[in-house]
């Protein structure tokens, strides 16, 4: 972590009014990654309980046999909330069904009774073991077995480990088939930064108490390239993008509101993970604080139109967006990300040099500038952005990268959206796909992403698929 000056003015990861607000200052790259998480469970937790719940079906029960019929009822839909299956009485036995991949599936049956359902915590748990066999053996990563220490609890990103232990838990099952949709869209991101196969913890507990992200990406203890799983994720409502109601599936990417599946949270997770694995940063644990850009990782955000702020070496946002806007210096408009009234992000038009910047373009006294939402600022942006979130280069690559391996409504959104994000992805997913299953004598790759987001052979009739559907970018105006 470095050790730079503290800004008041900077109260970004503050999570609720109550919690510690973070402004001492480091890299918000490593703090920005944490970011999104929490964004969507806020928007989660402002919905209605009937939206948050409307994948369960309960039903009244009194013609059920039991002593206690509401007691049974109760333990029916907390059995269905803690585990995202519903329990079903048909014919007088209990249907346990879950929804992924767009449908419902009945997974087993058991009686229809107490006792029943500690059966179906038994049956359930089998299902968790053999998904886990599954997932290791189809793409080889690795789960930290319940118990095992994650690491030491800390208040926020800045303060000391204490004595409390973060252990992992086991995972659920709907944890699991999103994570499984997740790697087949991903693959070769199966593999880490190290060359071994990322390992996945699912946390009893948050690591970080000012924090409640989703899912992190980071070295872990062992210095293995690991993706952490976070309490949070409880509060997602889809395993997989074909989960989303029809009305949030026609939310554009680019709508801050439209929520993530489970899939594509971890997809975005893997993203991070190509990033490092192509030498973008210097990976290091976020709870280092940091993630330092190399020469090839600052070239790659340039491009990406972001600029590095030359008044301060190491202020909480080192990297600004390049607007279309000219100051009245002729030079182009810049903004600078920041994050003070909690959850809603701004963008305060500054430049690179220092100085705050009004609507004319004119240097004025830092409280006249011109300061941009999230909406305008994705009309502003010189280099168009893939999704309401790009609170620093590396989310909104990530981002990028989500979007490219969903399958075809994701990456037609990054191809018409981003085009210039588009083509970087795409560069860069076959640079990641080359490096584990390499090319030919003559250059050639052996295998390519298809637009469905699988690992295909690079035959010529997927290179005209990828090529046609490419080509649709020039009929962009
Ligand atoms: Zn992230």
Request: aromatic letters at 8%; a negative charge.
């Amino acid at each position: 972590m470095s050790q730079t000056e503290s800004r008041a003015d900077l109260a970004i990861l503050n999570y609720s009014p109550t919690d510690i607000s973070l402004t001492n200052s480091s890299s918000v790259a490593a703090q920005g990654r944490l970011q999104k998480e929490y964004m969507q469970v806020a928007m989660l937790t402002s919905a209605t309980p009937s939206e948050r719940s409307d994948s369960l079906v309960f039903q009244p029960i009194a013609a059920l046999e039991s002593d206690n019929p509401a007691k049974l009822q109760q333990e029916m839909q907390s059995f269905s909330a803690q585990h995202k299956v519903n329990v079903v009485e048909e014919k007088g036995q209990f249907v346990y069904r879950i929804n992924s991949n767009g449908k419902s599936s009945d997974l087993f049956r058991t009686a229809a009774s107490e006792s029943g359902l500690v059966d179906g915590e038994r049956k359930l748990a089998a299902l968790v073991q053999a998904e886990q066999g599954n997932l290791k053996s189809t793409y080889k990563v690795d789960f930290a077995p319940a118990g095992e220490v994650v690491g030491n609890v800390r208040a926020n990103v800045y303060s000391a480990a204490g004595s409390d232990q973060i252990k992992a838990r086991s995972p659920e099952l709907f944890e699991l088939l999103g994570l499984q949709s997740a790697l087949e869209k991903s693959v070769p991101g199966n593999i880490g930064q190290d060359g071994k196969p990322i390992k996945f913890y699912f946390l009893a507990d948050k690591l970080i108490q000012s924090l409640n992200p989703l899912a992190t990406y980071q070295t872990d203890k062992d210095g293995r390239s690991s993706v952490y799983i976070w309490p949070a994720m409880a509060d997602i409502k889809s395993i997989t993008e074909a989960d989303l109601s029809a009305s949030e599936r026609r939310l554009p990417f680019t709508d801050p509101s439209r929520p993530d599946s489970i899939a594509s949270a971890l997809t975005h997770e893997l993203g991070h993970n190509q990033f490092a694995k192509l030498g973008y940063n210097r990976q290091g644990a976020f709870t280092d604080g940091q993630t330092e850009l190399t020469d090839k990782g600052i070239k790659l955000v340039n491009e990406m139109g972001w600029r590095r702020r030359r008044d301060e070496k190491d202020a909480d946002y080192n990297w600004f967006l390049l607007g279309k806007s000219k100051d009245d210096n002729g030079q182009p408009s810049t903004y600078m990300i920041s994050n003070t009234t909690g959850m809603m992000w701004q963008f305060a038009r500054w430049r690179l040099d220092g100085g705050a910047v009004d609507a004319q373009g004119k240097v004025v006294p830092a409280d006249k500038g011109q300061t941009l939402s999230t909406t305008d600022m994705a009309k502003e942006a010189a280099v168009p952005l893939p999704t309401g979130y790009f609170e620093n280069p590396e989310e909104e690559y990530a981002e990028g990268v989500k979007l490219f391996r969903l399958g075809p409504d994701g990456r037609s959104a990054l191809r018409d959206t981003s085009p210039i994000l588009y083509k970087i992805i795409e560069r860069n997913d076959q640079s990641e796909i080359n490096q584990s299953f390499g090319a030919a004598a003559n250059g050639t790759s052996i295998k390519v992403r298809d637009i469905s987001g699988d690992i295909v052979d690079n035959s010529i009739e997927e290179q005209k698929r990828l090529a046609s559907f490419d080509d649709s970018i020039s009929k962009i105006p």
